[in-house]
Every structure is written in structure tokens, then in C-alpha cells.
């Protein structure tokens, strides 16, 4: 059965004035700096995902399924050996339980697409959460893992819609290119949106299930053989919510001895040590102390971003963790002094160092460029054109620099197609910009800078 789609996606069918409008209101969100929390739309942005920053992939997403067409999508992918994602709704999974068990045997993460596949912006926020946990508890009971990301139905979404899928410390996944698969438009019609809109990091929303799909399983290797010419490689994004982590620490030299093992919910992403013991951070912001006192933890709060790193006040009196959208939150004697939260990253947000001089504290993204509050600005690598991918930074001793850590990757390619009129409308059609400026202030639906 063919899925309503709402005036919000529909509006995205825009015309040059409306496309010009939704450039305005980028340029004034960039400037004024009016940002919303706001579900992810590029691959870096999916738990787990950051390392894709600055690389040259594309993620195929499949919605709406279990369905008769999920077979034919799911032999597509594995004959041409192509990672994808499929979000599933709950009452489809419960009808076609095998396919969904066939998608998860195949190594696809199978993700939360809402139970009955209702417009969430329009229910309670009981509801919202009964239409999370249903789902999940679904597709646990078959794959035996449990979705990290939510995909909302109709990508129509606010404050009542995101604060229940944070509880469940579930990400909100929307996309970057729509097609419009779910309208049957033709196959050459569905390959060219996808391939011409295409740019890296970019997250592909088509469809296995809701109607017929026919046109996108014909469509789906020609997307795959175009976008391999044009030098994309395929990744799938969020994955599973990991099993609990138990701690492992090993000490050298004069470190503190380890304490006993410590089980976390979600994977370990951090640490940070005084003379006399050590904490341990997880992505959820959650915080575990050994030996040092415990000044709070971020764990169960609902994030908009996930954790990735902490530091250490100098005296071990307090500590900040850091998100991957740069937001800091300071525990203990720790000063808060700024952060990178609410303005726009070409990258996110991968480390985080202490001045043991001024009380401040650098932050580091994963194209090396760094932001500084509270302490010196002594340079970075941002904007500048390497090989690299950046993880992390380490203040130098006494505090008058810093080091950048990263590793050698491929050159990262960028889309080199001009900017054309023809081009400008095909974004626009795409949904890379909406046509709405209140929508724009909430979601800047276009390729990274």
C-alpha cells in the first residue's frame, strides 16, 4: 500500500524563486547562527560514522520495508557488494518477520522506522515513545540487536518528536537526496536524482517496502555502477546499539594501578587520569570513576550528539566532555569557557585538551582544524588541503602547544561538477534545500561546505 506523504516533503518540489528564498535563509541562518536540534543527515553524523568525515562515500538507506520487494533490493546489494541500511517499520517486520531476519543475517543494520509508520510530528510524546519502543522490542526479539537510529516517518519532526527518541539514546537519522522512488517515477528518473545530487557523506533515502518497489530494485545497479565510476565507495551508517562494554586499563610506569572492570551501555570513547586514579567516559556522556572522586556524567540525559572524548582539569579537580557537534559540558571545578555546540561543522568534533596555564581548553575536528576558549590559539589544520584524518590532540608540557593525531587517508575527492542553473533545480527538486525558510532554520537540507 502506497504511504501518504506529507505537504512538508512535498514542498520540496521547488521552483527558482522558492530555491532562491531557501538560499536567503541559509545565508541568514549562517550568519545570525540559528540552529535547532535537528536529526543528522550526513554519514559522519551517524553513531559510529565519524571516520567517514572527508571521505568520498555514499549511504543507500531503504525505508518502509519488510516487504515483498526487500528480496530483490537485498540481492542487488549483495551481488555488487554494496554496505546499505534499512529502516523498518515495526508492522511490517512483524509480517514479514523472515525478511527482516534475512536482511540481518546478510550483515545490513536493520533500523527503527516507527511501529505504524504515523507522521510523529502529530502524536503525544507517550506515543512517540510507544511507537520507538514497540519497534525496537520487534526487532530485537528477531535479529537479537537493537537499533541505534530512528529515521521519522515523512521527515517531519520537532521538539515533541525528538526529546523521546534521545531518551531511548537513539539518533534521529534523516537524509540528504530523496528521490522520490515511493512516487514511481521511472527508473531513469530515480537514477539520475540520485547520481546527480550526489556528493560525499551524502545519505540516499529510497524505499523497499510501502508499495510497489519495482523501479527501485531496477534502478538500484545503475546507481551503483555510476556512483563507483564517479569514485564513490558505499558504507552503511548506524549499525547497532553495542552490547553493555566491559573496561579493559592497563598501567605503565608510575600510572595509577586499574581498578576493577566496568560495565558501560555503550561503547567507551574516552579517558582521563589524575595522579591518584582515572575516569572513564562513554558516548552516551555517561562517566565511571576509579580511585578520583565522581563529579557527574552527562549518561541519560538524551544528547543530540555523542560523546567522543573528556579531559582533565590539571589539579583532577573536575573535567569537560566533549560532543561531536563541539558542545562542552564542565563537571567538578572544571570552567566552562565556550564550545563549538549550536554552530555549523564542516567536520565534527573528534578531541578535546586541557591548558593546564589559563584553565581553558582546545577543541579539535577531524579535518584538524581547532577551536580555542579560554587558552591560546596556537594553529591549526583546518582548511588546509592533506591526507589526513585527525582523532585526537594532546596538550604539550607546561601548556604552550598542542599536538594533532591523526593518520594517512586517500585524498579527499570533492564533487567537481559546476554550479549550473540545471544543477540548482535539481537541488532544490532533491530536497537539498527546502523551500520553507522556518524548515531551512531547522534543517539545512545540502552538501557540506
Known sequence: MERRRTKARLARLAAVGAAAASLLCLTLTQVTGAQSPQ????????????????????????????????????????????????????????????????????GYPVEDHTWSHPDLATLSAAQVGAQIEETQNEIRSLTGDTPACLRPPYDDWNSTVLEPIAAQALTPMSYSIDPRDWSMPGVTAIVSRVVDAAFPGAVVDMHDGGGTRSETAAALPLIIADLRAEGYSFVSICGYLAAPQTSAVYAFGQAPSPGTPITSNTSYVGAAGSASGYWLVARDGGVFSTAVPFYGSMGGQGLNQPIVAMAATPDGGGYWLVAADGGIFSFGDARFSGSMGGTPLNQPVVGIAADPVTGGYWEVAADGGVFSFGAPFYGSMGGQATDNRFFAMVTSPGGVGYLLTGENTRPAQRDAKPMTLRRLLRWARGGWVLSRCNRVLGLERKPPP
Do not use: C, K
Open 39 to 106: 536529526p543528522a543527515i550526513y554519514t559522519w553524523q551517524a553513531p559510529g560514522d565519524a571516520w567517514t568525515a572527508g571521505q568520498r562515500v555514499i549511504a543507500l538507506t531503504f525505508d518502509d520495508g519488510p516487504g515483498p520487494f526487500t528480496p530483490q533490493v537485498l540481492s542487488v546489494l549483495e551481488q555488487y557488494h554494496v554496505p546499505a541500511t534499512f529502516f523498518e517499520v515495526g508492522e511490517n517486520v512483524a509480517e514479514y518477520p523472515q525478511y527482516t531476519q534475512m536482511v540481518a543475517a546478510a
